[in-house]
Each structure stands twice: as C-alpha cells, then as structure tokens.
C-alpha cells in the first residue's frame, strides 16, 4: 500500500495520515470484536493522533485537500466512527467525517470524479452516508443528493440503482421517525411503491446469481432442511441487501397499511417467514 501511495510522485505526507489512521481503525476493530477496553483507548490516541496532528496538517495543504487520499481518509475515519460509536443517535461525530467529505468532493468541481479512482471512491461515499443517516433516522442531505445527480452520469448499474431506492427508503423511514407524515396510510402506501420497485429491480439481477439449494438432514446449527449456496461472496452480499430493505419495508406495510390491505405477497412472506394462506 506504501509504494502505491507514494506513486505517481504523491506526497509522503499522505502515506502518514492514511498509514496512522489504518492503524487506528484496525486496533478499534480489534477492540470491537475481543471488548478489549484497553485496545480500544489505544485506538483512540491512535485516531485522535490522525486527526489533529496528521491529517489536520494535510487538509491545510491546497495540493492534497481534495485529492483521492483524503476521501480515502475520510471513510476510515467514518469507519472508526461506526466502529466505537454504536448509538448514531447519540454522537454528532457519526455524520460529521462524511458530511465534511461532501464539502470536499463538491469543492474540487469535476476534477475528482473525472477520474475512475475519484468515481469509485464518490461512489462509495453516496452509499456510506445513505446508511449513516439511515441508522440516525436522518434524511438524506441535499449535498449528498446533488453529489448523487453529479455521478449519475457517470455511474450506471444495478447496485447504483438499488441504492438510489435505498435513498427513498431513508427518506421514508426518517418521515416516520420524525412524524413528518401524518396519515399512516401513506407510509404503507410509499413502502409498498417502493417494495415493487426493488422486487422489479431483482429481475434484472443476472440470472446466475440466483442461489442454488442444498437439502440436508436435519443439523443443529442450520434452520431448516436446507441451506443456499451463492457464487461469490458479493453476490451473496447483494441478495443479502436486497432482502434486508425488503425487510425493513415490508414491516411497515404491515403496520401501516388498512387491515385487509396489508396482506404481503407470498414471496415476500416466504422472505420473513411468515405463514400464507
């Protein structure tokens, strides 16, 4: 990683920041999974390090404030964020690294998202801060939203479009949390627009995808009498997203859509295994 950030005659500057804040998100990660509280303080001074003394000095450099290093750095430091902070209601630092990155990504005009590297990282920036303000009940902000019509562009497949739903999702959900709809009805009516847009989108998925079944006996650690083998994992990783946002607003459906209306279709049931008739 070293030598590719320093090619191309990159400062090393860059390699320092980015270096110190792997560390620090590396360690938190290793924190979360063992509840080390001592690991978990070293990636503290490890982040708090990166933040003020390394990549603070890097943002006041015009030559590196807005290039692909600092949106890298960006997303480790909202990485840590997710890492440490479990309650995104709770913790104003959940949005700030990603909110701040837009500020970068709009500044730099096209130049950043000229590049294929500039795109992929815009991209996965769009899609982190839709979950961020997802999981704080937020609605999404309309720089991310004018960074989104910016790349559209410039991006087109199904995952783009999945998470273009997922935009609407967010803003749906935020709605209801924030009792910005007062009739009940419409956010059945919205989940279920929306659900038909994701069930029309998963016909367009490649057909090879769909996952193989495999009956077995009955194990103790298995549900069921069988298990789904898919081709990678990030096929596994996509029908796995596509089923948790169906998830989600199938659950409003059922909640707010008129009795004898709410009723979910045998393939969505099948999905959260409830019974059908």
Not at 172 to 185: H, R
Request: contains cysteine; aromatic residues 6%.
């Amino acid at each position: 990683m070293m030598f590719w950030l320093l090619s191309g005659g990159r400062l090393l500057q860059q390699a320092i920041y980015l270096q110190a804040l792997i560390q620090s998100v590396s360690v938190a990660f290793m924190s979360f999974r063992s509840n080390a509280p001592l690991l978990r303080q070293l990636a503290k001074e490890k982040y708090v390090a990166a933040l003020q003394q390394q990549l603070g000095q890097a943002l006041r450099m015009p030559e590196i404030s807005a290039t692909d290093e600092t949106l890298q750095a960006v997303l480790l430091l909202d990485l840590y964020e997710k890492l440490v902070n479990q309650d995104p209601l709770s913790s104003s630092a959940w949005m700030n690294h990603i909110v701040g990155a837009i500020s970068l990504v709009k500044s730099s005009g096209d130049r950043l998202i000229a590049s294929h590297n500039g795109r992929r990282l815009a991209t996965r920036l769009a899609m982190t801060l839709a979950i961020s303000c997802g999981a704080a009940s937020m609605r999404i902000p309309d720089a991310l939203m004018s960074l989104r019509e910016d790349l559209s562009s410039l991006v087109g497949d199904t995952k783009w479009d999945f998470t273009a739903i997922v935009v609407d999702v967010v803003n749906l959900q935020a709605d209801n949390a924030n009792l910005q709809i007062t009739c009940s009805s419409e956010i059945g009516e919205r989940a279920k627009k929306l659900d038909r847009q994701l069930e029309s989108l998963e016909t367009t998925l490649p057909s090879f995808w769909a996952p193989k079944s495999v009956s077995i006996s009955a194990h103790p650690l298995l549900f069921g009498s069988s298990y789904d083998v898919y081709q990678d994992h990030f096929v596994a990783q996509v029908w796995n997203a596509f089923r948790t946002v169906r998830l989600m607003l199938n659950d409003l459906i059922q909640k707010y859509c008129p009795p004898g209306l709410s009723v979910l279709r045998s393939d969505a049931a099948k999905a959260i295994n409830l019974p059908t008739e």
